[in-house]
């Protein structure tokens, strides 16, 4: 086998840019900027990742300053290092701040403005009503209806972060830690990622590589249903502890991720990208609700939810927090039970009465649960009908566009940020208005829709800026070759690159958040490095996607985002510190899949054409 340096020198020459390319005097993207040396222009290249990390989980800076300070490296490293032209680096830089307002914080602010929507007009309390009185009134169990299988239907419809702002929040209101709250809803809020905003990341990997949109979707519902199938049980080991979430609940968690891995196999595989995750979301809360009215886990006063709001009401339980409504979480606990609140007998017999009691009616029901029901429905005929593409305009980036020379691939860098005025943030805003509706049949008054406005204003100012830096840091990144540098170092290791493969996502979704980012960051590489090794490209493209869902919960726009709604704004580090080491380790878990995969059972793999 060559050595990578030999290779290094043979591909460069292969590779060298044509002469009209330099008589252009476009920017040629280098490999080796630093002392022509690969492994330390990797090194360098790396340093801007490295601080944003230090700074969030070492010294708990917060992630708007932490995302400043890398693009400001980024940015030096990028002109004095890769030699990029200033003006190209304050252009990728604009284009990022762009693209992180539109789409990605259009769909997240408008999603956000219909769960303040619920917030204000009382269907936030109906929907944990309906919640608390229709399960057990137990942690363990809400922490897997809510945060695995409701989170997982949120994000096969909108992604960006809004399951872990959305779902966090429900936690919280029902007693949860808000740490532990984001924490767990970050670490579900993975293996739904690769199929979320209906397939969007597969059919953008498919459309970048060439290969097959099924071969794709199946080699991705031939890996992830494995994470799926024992992340429930994974999240209960950490939450409650090996006896109380594992063994004592280890048959919800059965079946929660075995009715999703199954849904999830069965649509990637026969189906295809769009409805895998929300589909699978939906029956494993339909099954998960269902079989807990059957089977309940051990009671453990220590995992009771928050009752207190049953009977005190809504007003009572939702304060304001920096001029931002939220609902709060009961300010006493079974230690200090009131009477009023619960019946006479055994705190697990009163928690039963009490439940029963004050549950809530059909209707209740049918209005708590009709905002998502309705953003579902409005997001599935949106795409299907393919309405985002109406109106559509592409707009060439100016001194971007053509105007520099991806030398890994040996083309021209086309830099085209797609408008779309009718996308998915606008099909969930178009969903507020038969919202909005329903809530003022109910009874609201016009006003609360200027104070959720508002409080989504003060919830997500931080979060624009810093999704703004880091979207403009992971641009900057991709247009200078900084990017590329990384990634070629990591494909020239051989063998070994299967389990690499899922580390180039991994470092893609970090930066972007996205996973359709990270693929469209390192889709094609991952293809290119596999014919040159040998090994399947539509295994390497695919696991590029599935490692990518491992960094999610450990980007910062996902942090910034996720801390929006709970009251964490500006402690994002304190949520990575207790997120990254499951990151690397379901990341590893990828890898190793990958590795079994390619060399011990390559049937699994699907065909290229």
């Known amino acids: 086998m060559l050595r990578t340096d030999t290779k290094l020198r043979l ?84 284009n990022g701040i762009v693209y ?109 590589t060439g290969l097959p949109v099924m071969s794709l979707s199946a080699m991705m519902g031939r890996q992830l249903p494995f994470l799926s199938l024992f992340l ?4 209960l080991f950490f939450y409650a502890g090996p006896r109380a979430g594992l063994k004592e609940c280890w048959p919800v968690a059965l079946v929660s991720g075995f009715s999703f891995a199954l849904i999830q196999a069965v649509f990637a595989n026969w189906v295809g990208p769009e409805l895998p995750d929300l589909i699978a979301g939906l029956i494993s809360l339909l099954a998960t609700i269902l079989f807990v009215q059957f089977w309940k886990p051990p009671y453990r006063p220590e995992y009771v939810a928050t009752l207190d709001f049953l ?44 439940t029963n009691r004050y549950s809530a009616s059909l209707g209740e029901a049918a209005l708590a649960w009709s905002p998502w029901l309705i953003i579902v429905i409005v997001v599935i005929i949106w795409t299907f009908a393919r309405v985002s593409s109406y109106g559509q305009i592409d707009v060439p980036w100016p001194y971007l566009h053509q105007q520099i020379w991806l030398t890994l691939y040996g083309k021209k860098y086309a830099a085209v940020w797609i408008f779309q005025p009718l996308g998915t943030g606008t099909a969930i805003l178009i969903s507020s208005i038969p919202i909005s509706t329903l809530v003022l049949w109910n009874g609201s008054q016009p006003i ?17 800026i810093t999704v703004s830096f880091i979207m403009a840091f992971a641009y900057l990144f991709n247009y200078s070759g900084i990017v590329y540098t990384i990634g070629y170092q990591l494909s020239s290791l051989g063998p070994t690159f299967p389990f690499v493969s899922a580390w180039l ?22 293809v290119v490095a596999a014919r040159e090794i040998g090994l399947s490209a539509v295994l390497m493209a695919a696991t590029n996607s599935s490692g990518a869902i491992t960094s999610k919960m ?40 990958t590795c079994l995969q390619q060399y011990v059972l390559p049937g699994m793999i699907p065909p290229e054409n």
Not at 142 to 154: D, P
Not at 168 to 196: C, E, H, K, Q, R
């Open 11 to 94: 591909w460069r020459m292969n590779r060298k840019p044509p002469e009209e390319i330099l008589q252009e005097g476009i920017f040629v993207q280098p490999l080796t900027p630093i002392g022509d040396s690969l492994i330390a222009s990797f090194f360098v290249g790396l340093l801007p990742l490295v601080l944003i990390l230090v700074l969030l989980g070492v010294f708990r800076i917060p992630a708007y300053i932490a995302s400043f300070l890398g693009l400001l490296l980024c940015l030096i490293i990028a002109i004095v290092g890769w030699q990029m032209p200033v003006h190209q680096a304050f252009e990728a830089i604009g």
């Open 100 to 208: 992180a307002n539109w789409p990605i914080m259009w769909i997240v602010m408008n999603a956000m403005y219909v769960y303040n929507i619920t917030i204000r007009s009382g269907l936030f309390h109906l929907f944990r009503k309906w919640m608390i009185t229709n399960t057990p009134p137990d942690k363990r169990i809400i922490l897997i209806i809510i945060g695995f299988s409701f989170g997982a239907l949120l994000e096969g419809v909108a992604g960006f972060g809004v399951p872990g702002a959305i779902c966090s929040s429900i936690m919280v209101s029902l007693g949860f830690n808000p740490i532990d709250a984001l924490v767990y809803t970050l670490i579900f809020d993975t293996t739904p990622v690769a199929f979320g905003a209906l397939g969007t990341p597969v059919l953008t990997l498919a459309s970048l």
């Open 232 to 235: 429930p049980a994974y999240a």
């Open 311 to 354: 009977i005190e009401g809504d007003d009572q339980h939702r304060i304001e927090v920096d001029g931002i409504l939220t609902p709060s979480k009961s300010r006493s606990s079974l230690s200090q039970k009131s009477p009023e609140i619960y019946e006479n007998g055994s705190d697990q017999e009163s928690i039963s009465k009490t």
């Open 448 to 464: 609360i829709f200027l104070k959720a406005l508002k409080d989504t204003m003060l919830q997500l100012y931080k979060a624009v």
């Open 505 to 526: 996502g991994w470092v893609a979704c970090f930066l972007s958040g996205s996973d359709t980012s990270a693929n469209s960051l390192f889709g094609n590489l991952q």
């Open 554 to 593: 450990i980007s910062p726009q996902n942090l910034t985002t996720g801390v929006s709604t709970i009251g964490l704004q500006g402690q994002e580090g304190q949520i990575l510190r207790r997120t990254i080491l499951h990151s690397i380790f379901l990341c590893c878990i990828v890898g190793l899949m």
